[in-house]
């Protein structure tokens, strides 16, 4: 799962382990609450540093529209979107790169425990602004 060509690989390794520890316990069938406060104890276990539930503004033009919520922001770096879905849809994705663009984080995952057996997908932000001491507030 680690490989070094992809950025914050061994955190992301860390992370999808938590994941595959949740579904190798609970399975699938649960709803995606369910799945958040296992991953959250795991990661927890596993001391790794997130928010759980981070909202942040939406800007369109410089005028603020509304807020976005997005599962983990884990170590102010990578953006974890959950599902318990059957089957994860171009929809989903599109929600978990929207999420990576408006925080203007570099790389996110997206985990589906809806399925039986675990999914997950790296993603990267090709609209990604690198930014001097990047910090989510």
Avoid: W
């Avoid at 060509?5 to 992370?15: A, D, H, P, Q, V």
């Avoid at 369109?60 to 089957?87: M, P, S, W």
């Amino acid at each position: 799962m680690i490989k070094p060509e992809y950025k914050y690989s061994e955190l992301t390794g860390k992370i999808i382990g938590c994941a595959m520890e949740v579904h190798n316990v609970l399975g699938n069938g649960f709803q995606e609450v369910i799945y958040q406060r296992a991953l959250e104890f795991e990661m927890e276990l596993q001391r790794i540093g997130f928010e759980r539930e981070f909202e942040m503004d939406v800007l369109y033009k410089q005028k603020h529209i509304g807020t976005r919520r997005v599962d983990f922001l884990i170590e102010n770096k990578i953006c974890l979107e959950l599902k318990a879905v059957i089957n994860l849809e171009s929809v989903h994705l599109a929600q978990a790169i929207n999420y990576l663009e408006a925080y203007n984080l570099e790389v996110g995952l997206l985990i589906n425990f809806g399925y039986t057996k675990l999914e997950f997908q790296r993603l990267q932000n090709k609209k990604y602004r690198h930014q001097e001491n990047h910090k989510i507030n």
